[in-house]
């Protein structure tokens, strides 16, 4: 009985439940069929189907070849590494296995996958970040309440967005729980730098850095923005140089070890099992390979009206290679050659040489885009998305032909390039969308301009520095983007709270008033 009273009285199990009802009474983890049936994801079916054949075989297998398959070529592996990889549109188009190996694990661990359960999944791993990231603010802000707020206002969020939380399941969407998840990260670096140089702190960085690894191979440029990230908050804690160097080599090992350790051991455990695996380990000793940006890069500078006629389209891009570099594609039918992405490497630097002026005025205005994209995205994100990166048009929007897709997709029109006269915003969302900036702005100053608040101002730092990664890749590629719209209403919510909990009026204010919800 005194166990149970005590328990009752701990506040930490206070803060949970109230977590949980908060979660209940919302409905977050129930799927809306409705929203997820709209839209469609990339590749869904097919990962859906392989990793219930994993499931049934006993072993990681991700030998994918989508560019064989769809064009009648014929193609072989041999034992290692080489059949660990997903090729999705030419002979050197490695697109990132991490997404695929996770739902293996699940199937090879008993669980049959169904696009109900991807879904489900999808939704409740942003639940779960959600959960994480308010328990780091309850903690960062000393405060229940403060934690009970972030919920509340991110499952608000999330009810905006649920085409693409759950309705386009895939990895190009799984994304949107790295930001929510590197925070929290950020957060607890700082607080736990001292104990860096202890057995809790190195074991903390190393899996954060397994953490890394795994979203590097979910999607690399998500990833690689993370750990530079993190990089960069290593370098400004407030600790030795020698802890500093120790803190990236135990980041660092996490990192290789599900990057390049992992794979090495899935083809072994698969070679071993088909007694494909003659002894001979040199087929192992490379890494899996991984989509280049060059294809997404020079689509990008299709965004706009240019000087080479590249529209944001793969046909587009073909036509211009093949005229350019006749290696670089097949001489009739669409799919790469071996010097497809040497030729659009030349093609890239051949535009911003000759053109550069043009490529920077489209890249400025890629960059004042982003605060379109935000309250666009967001308005639009219970509407139906094909294939993630495609906005679609809302009811009364009219788009300019430079800003539609040569080829129409299967649910409809899909608006590419934003343009002011797209947003069609209500009063409300541009009100919201304002404000938001402007809490962002007073937090960051608020943290910068006061002395007593340079750990904070390293915490703001290291999220201004990675949220700037982000939009610069979707600034240069438009597939990007979704995690930064994310990140930036996660920013907003933690810079209000900041303000509200740190500022010393404010704050005076809510703990006289809600002192019972302190810590």
């Known amino acids: 009985m005194t166990y ?51 499931g049934r075989l006993g072993y990681i297998k991700y030998e994918v070849n989508d560019y064989a398959k769809g064009f009648g070529l014929e193609w072989t592996w041999k034992p290692g590494m080489h059949r660990m990889r ?6 050197e188009d490695f697109d990132d296995v991490g997404y695929i190996s996770f739902l293996e694990l699940i199937t090879i661990a008993g669980k049959k996958i169904t696009l109900t359960f991807v879904e489900r999944l999808h939704n409740l791993t942003f639940i779960i970040s959600l959960v994480i990231l308010s328990f780091v603010v309850m903690r960062f802000y000393r405060n229940m309440l403060a934690g009970w707020v972030f919920m509340i206002l991110a499952l608000i969020l999330k009810s905006k967005i649920l085409s693409i939380v759950y309705g386009s399941p895939d990895s190009r969407t799984f994304v949107i729980s790295f930001p929510i998840i590197l925070f929290g990260i950020i957060f607890g670096l700082n607080r736990l730098s001292s104990y860096l140089d202890k057995s809790i702190g190195r074991v903390f960085i190393l899996m954060v850095g397994l953490l890394i690894g795994a979203m590097i191979s979910i999607r690399s440029a998500e990833g690689m923005a993370a750990l530079y990230a993190i990089l960069f908050s290593i370098v400004l804690l407030r600790i030795g140089i020698k802890q500093k160097a120790l803190a990236v080599v135990t980041l660092m090992a996490g990192y290789f070890f599900v990057t390049i350790a992992m794979p090495v051991v899935f083809a072994l455990h698969r070679d071993i ?22 294809h997404s890069v020079v689509l990008g500078t299709g965004k706009y009206q240019n000087s080479i006629g590249m529209r944001y389209d793969d046909v587009a ?42 490529y920077f005025a489209n890249l400025t205005k890629a960059y004042a885009e982003l605060f379109y994209f935000i309250p666009y995205a967001t308005s639009a994100g219970n509407l139906t998305w094909w294939r993630y990166g495609y906005l679609p048009l809302k009811q009364g929007v009219v788009a300019d032909d430079w800003d539609m897709p040569l080829r129409i997709d299967p649910h409809g029109e899909n608006l590419l390039v934003l343009k002011y006269s797209y947003l069609k915003l209500t009063a409300v969302e541009w009100t919201v969308f304002i404000l938001a900036i402007i809490v962002i702005i007073l937090a960051v100053r608020y943290s910068f301009l006061t002395v007593t608040e340079k ?19 979707r600034a240069i590629v438009p597939q990007h983007g ?11 919510i933690i810079s209000l709270l900041y303000i509200c909990f740190n500022n010393s009026v404010i704050k005076s204010f809510v703990y006289w008033r809600l002192k019972i919800f302190s810590i």
């Open 4 to 54: 149970i009273l005590k328990t009752l009285n701990n506040r930490y199990f206070i803060f949970i439940m109230g977590i949980i009802l908060i979660i209940s009474v919302s409905g977050a983890l129930k799927i809306d069929q409705n929203i997820a049936n709209k839209s469609e994801g990339y590749f869904v079916a097919q990962n859906i189907e392989q990793a219930n054949e994993a």
């Open 86 to 91: 997903i090729i999705r549109s030419g002979p």
């Open 273 to 294: 099992k088909t007694g494909e695996f003659n002894g001979d380990i040199e087929p192992y000793l490379q890494t899996t390979g991984k989509h280049q940006a060059w």
């Open 317 to 358: 891009s073909y036509d211009i290679l093949r005229a350019k570099y006749p290696d670089a594609m097949d001489a009739t039918r669409n799919f790469h050659g071996k010097g497809y992405y040497h030729g659009l490497r030349g093609i890239f630097f051949d535009y911003i040489t000759h053109h550069p002026f043009e």
């Open 455 to 473: 750990g904070n101002k390293n915490i703001f730092l290291v999220i201004v520095f990675y949220m700037f990664l982000i939009a610069t890749q």
């Open 482 to 492: 979704f995690s930064f719209m994310v990140g930036f209403w996660i920013l907003s």
